[in-house]
Structures are given as C-alpha cells and as structure tokens.
C-alpha cells in the first residue's frame, strides 16, 4: 500500500507564490510517476503537471507552463510544486498522484486559495 499526503496549501494574494509537499510512504515502487491534479468547485479534477523518477522528464498543463514547477526528492519519495504568479483562477483542491505498477494512489489533497 500507498499513503500520500499534501501540504502546503493556503490562502495567497493574486501574483503571490506557494509550494506544495507531498510525502509519499509505503511500497514505493523503483519507477513511478508522480502528479498534481486539481479540482475547483464545481468543476472536474484536472491535470496539472507530472515527473517520473528515472530520467525526471516533466509535464505541464497549459494553464500553468511558466509559472509552476514540478520537482521531487526521490531520496525522501518527496514530490513538490513551486506555484508562481498565482491568479485566483488557480484556486482549488490540489491532489497528489502517484502512479506504479497499474495503480493509482491519491492524497486527501490540500486548499489553495488566491485572493484579496
């Protein structure tokens, strides 16, 4: 089994910064690939950006190129998201995915808010 979990999250003013922790533990497979998602209210959950552990090969969504960063610290099973830039269209429930073996396993995720 896989536990995930979120932090970070908060309230943020427009144009200001966060970053997001996610703390893998468990059975932590050799290579996986580990995600951010997001869901607004009353919207579907969305892709946000992703990295494997091999070769750390990033994605990013259209919405957040430029202005968020992908990274982890395989030697902890850390995955983080640098958030620049922030516009209150970001707000939401941001959701750590990690992927291995065929299996999905989700955090409980964490707010992140921004406004004035």
């Known amino acids: 089994q896989v536990q995930l979990v979120e932090s970070g999250g908060g309230l943020v003013e427009p144009g200001g910064s966060l970053t997001l922790s996610c703390t893998a533990s468990?059975?932590?497979?050799?290579?996986?690939?580990m995600k951010w998602y997001r869901q607004a209210p009353g919207k579907e959950r969305e892709f946000v950006a992703r990295t494997n552990n091999l070769g750390g090969s990033t994605t990013y969504a259209d919405s957040v190129k430029g202005r968020f960063t992908i990274s982890r610290d395989n030697a902890k099973n850390m995955m983080f998201l640098q958030m620049n830039s922030l516009k209150p269209e970001d707000t939401a429930v941001y959701y750590c995915n990690l992927v291995q073996n065929i299996q999905n396993y989700w955090g409980k995720g964490t707010q992140v808010t921004v406004s004035l």
């Open positions: 468990g059975l932590i497979a050799r290579e996986n690939i």
